[in-house]
């Protein structure tokens, strides 16, 4: 299945501890360039729009992955990773610069506009994603420098990190500050965006405006990179339909009829997790999941009896860490069960 953006925000207006957000649709589900963003049923233009400017430039800078025109098979593939080219794509149907498309070949039709936002500006080096912090940045220069146009850092990854790094706000051009009202409503959209029907995978986008000089940083210490991706600005989120495979619901049937038990351990937050989880019948529909699912860190704060308990009952681990695997593995190795991931 090929990861999509179908839906993405910015803000719309703030007063006081409050916010209204723009939402906007994105059609298209496959690789391809092509698909229109509706706001509110409506056909809208990008290039409108301040906040969805700067949310593509981050999609396109922060990124390592492009789109191919096979000419053998007549389809657009990526190159990169899913979630990267769900971005690439995404960038392609906004087109924020308005840029001609008509007459272009397929081939040159694939990067165009992603091709436009990378002249602008310069990528300098990457700060890869760590479990850690769950999220990556991208410390770039303007190919034209002059007085406003100034080194910037994009940022892109799980929302409830990079927001708790953000101390502002995109509003259009401006920059307001964050406020524990305004944090409030941004998560509460992303929760309902990851919980409900499509169980969207989403990221949040953010910038840092002025950020060290590159000669300022000790990049070779990766323990550091979350001390540069502070005092972040949020900019905007976008949620990604990462469809299950059609076979997934039935090879969990079939497990469940031999007597084999699945568990899901994932590193999306929970409430995705618990929705996806319900979807390819792992839980039921209305299944109290109390005692059944459990993050990471709330596995940490369990007592040894108690996480053994969870392991013995839970059918469902997110935000986990490599070390939390290893842990659930060993416990369950230790009821004689045989473990097979």
Not at 170 to 193: A, C, D, F
Not at 224 to 235: K, S
Not at 256 to 261: E, P, V
Request: aromatic share 6%; proline share 3%; charged share 25%.
């Amino acid at each position: 299945n090929q990861m999509s953006v179908c839906r993405m925000f910015v803000l719309d207006r703030v007063e006081g501890d409050s916010c209204s957000l723009n939402e906007f649709t994105v059609s298209g589900s496959t690789y391809a360039p092509v698909g229109e963003v509706h706001k509110d049923d409506k056909l809208v233009r990008c290039s409108q729009y301040d906040g969805l400017i700067e949310l593509a430039t981050i999609c396109a800078l922060c990124n390592d992955s492009s789109l191919d025109f096979n000419e053998a098979k007549g389809v657009y593939e990526k190159v990169g990773e899913a979630t990267e080219t769900a971005l690439t794509c995404l960038v392609e149907k906004m087109n924020v610069f308005d840029t001609e498309l008509k007459g272009l070949s397929r081939i040159e039709r694939a990067n165009a506009c992603n091709s436009v936002i990378k002249q602008l500006m310069k990528k300098e080096f990457t700060l890869e994603f760590s479990r850690d912090r769950k999220s990556m940045s991208v410390y770039c220069t303007p190919n034209k420098p002059s007085r406003t146009a100034m080194s910037k850092m994009f940022v892109k990854g799980a929302p409830e990190g990079v927001i708790d790094r953000c101390t502002h706000i995109r509003v259009g051009s401006t920059k307001v500050p964050l406020t524990p009202g305004i944090k409030q409503k941004i998560l509460t959209v992303i929760r309902e965006w990851g919980s409900g029907r499509d169980t969207l995978r989403c990221l949040a986008l953010a910038t840092h405006d002025n950020p060290l000089r590159r000669d300022e940083m000790k990049l070779e210490e990766s323990a550091n990179f979350i001390t540069y991706e502070t005092n972040l600005t949020f900019v905007g989120c976008v949620g990604m339909l990462d469809p299950p495979r059609i076979e997934v619901a039935s090879s969990i049937k079939l497990c469940r009829q031999a007597g084999i038990r699945v568990i899901m351990i994932t590193g999306d937050n929970k409430g995705t997790a618990v929705a996806i989880c319900r979807r390819i019948g792992i839980f039921g529909d209305d299944e109290d999941v109390t005692t059944k699912a459990f993050t990471g860190r709330e596995f940490d704060e369990l007592s040894p009896a108690a996480q053994r308990d969870a392991c013995l009952n839970a059918r469902c681990f997110a935000r986990v860490e490599p070390s939390h695997k290893s842990k659930i593995v060993e416990f369950l190795q230790s009821f004689d069960e045989i473990t097979a991931i």
